[in-house]
């Protein structure tokens, strides 16, 4: 009983948070919505807090649940980055009439990324995945009179719908191939005949539309752009962020037989990602639209850290994500205390932005610096520990283009921070945040500045990596 | 003719297709969702012929089955709650026509 609550610790403690939320929903009284939020804020602190305490490895359930330390660090990135950005959205859904509802579902989304970073079964993977996913096109459709919003919601379920097809057709073949469901039997079982690549293919295909990589990126800045600004960070930050973390899972132990025929899917997929992602960012107007495709982007780059096949990878990519959420984080704060106030989305409307609010443009250009890899920040060194990784490959011409589509990529980052700080504006735009808004924002930023030189980070997720095999 | 495992999976995999090709190509939203449908059928074919011929000594094939029909059941519902809702903001269910935002 005892194991069921300390392995299970992270998924109870949400559960917990969801049935509270629906209570109190029931006794709901007229009053609007600003009372939830400091309580809401202060629930999802607290399981932020217990996910640090009390953790313990093992298996449950016949071997369909797995924790161990790498799972509890990347479930306590997530729970941080769900904090970071309920306190970022608290002034939007504070005018928000179902603001109870948008936690239930974004914890049941979360538990769900939970459930798939521990499965090591096929079934409660799938079920997982599903559980990720269809509640996220419901918060993309909270802004319920807006036409963009409910476009960008049917445009996220028909895909995700599509992809878990897709991904399930997979599972089925790999069924057919290999008569079970569970991680370690696959594994050992994984032969590279043709059935096993052709499965292979599909479920790859499915983690690819979920992660937004280029064939099937097309979702990616619509869902963006419509959705609300609370939600798109969220689509940017955690729920691309476990599907790094779960496709790491995958292709390292169950998968790792067949890598010779992974790592060329996955070298072609980064090499498109990255030129589609940074040329049509380039050409983008709306701010929303210009960070999708910037986080298109970023994953190209976070395969390459995968493809490197060692301890190396997987630690890459945690440190990477790490730091991606601070900077995103910070950018897209900033992105929602603008759009809150005056309804603005364009980066047009940032020209001039630095005269009246120095301290937010200051904050989106160290978030953009740190996107775009710029060395004082995190961002350089999560890229190059990326690349370190991938270059151990020793594919040079992957390395080198990747570098070079840094530097592409510089010129969108600059390019806000150029219309914020050197352009003139006679329309300037005023703006009012919350301090916890605020504080969210110190704190990405304080995130951005130190994590890169603390290299006790790294190596402590390195030691976590080493210690699995 | 005995009815063998060939049989199930060329039609299993010709009804993937075609949920492919009407999802791609169909431009009503609930016809679309309908495709989906077709995909996630095709699957359970596949996992119910599969677990018949080649693993009859356990149910696996058959439990994942099951679940499937529960998630599609799940998946449709908000699905069409959203299309319900795009119609209330649009006056259509015509892909086409929603298109506020482009490349």
Known sequence: MTDILLLMKHELTLVVIIVLLLILKIREKEEGAENYMPFVNIMLAGNFLLGLVLNRGGELFDGMFV???????????????????????????????HAPEFFVLLLSTLLGMFLLLSSRNLLMFYLALELSTIPLAAMCNYDLAKRRSS??????????????????????????????????EISSLADSSALQIMAFIMVFTGFAFKLSVVPFHLWTADVYEGSPVAVTSFLSVI???????????????????????????????????????????????????????SSIAQVSYILIGISGMSAHGMTSSIYFILIYIFSNLGAFGVVAIV??????????????????????????????????GIPPTAGFFGKLFLLNSGAGQENWYLIIFASMNMIVSLYYYLRVVKSMFMDETEEEINVESTWLARLSLYICVGGILITGFTTGIYEHILSLAQSLK | MEIGLNHFLVLSTALFFIGVYGFLTRRNLITLLMSVELILNSVNINFVAFNKYLYPENLDGLFFSVFIIAIAAAEAAVAIAIIINLYRNFNTIDVEETDTMKY
């Open chain 1, 67 to 97: 924790s161990d330390n790498i799972m509890v660090l990347q479930k306590n990135i997530l729970n941080f980055g769900v904090l970071m950005i309920s306190m970022q959205s608290s002034a939007w859904l504070g005018r928000h009439r």
């Open chain 1, 151 to 184: 476009e960008a919601a049917m445009k996220l379920i028909l895909s995700s719908a599509l992809s878990s097809g897709i991904l399930l057709f997979g599972i089925s073949l790999f069924y057919g191939a290999t008569g079970t469901f569970d991680f370690r």
């Open chain 1, 239 to 293: 729920s691309k962020g476990v599907m790094v973390f779960a496709l790491c899972n995958v292709l390292y132990t169950v998968f790792n037989q067949m890598s010779s025929i992974w790592y060329d899917l996955i070298v072609i997929t980064s090499v498109l990602t990255m030129a589609i992602g940074n040329l049509f960012a380039i050409r983008q107007e709306n701010i929303k639209r210009f960070l999708a495709f």
């Open chain 1, 339 to 372: 759009s809150h106030a005056s309804g603005k989305e364009s980066i047009n409307d940032y020209r001039g932005f630095a005269h009246k609010n120095p301290a937010l443009a200051w904050i989106l250009t160290i978030s953009l610096f740190s996107l775009a």
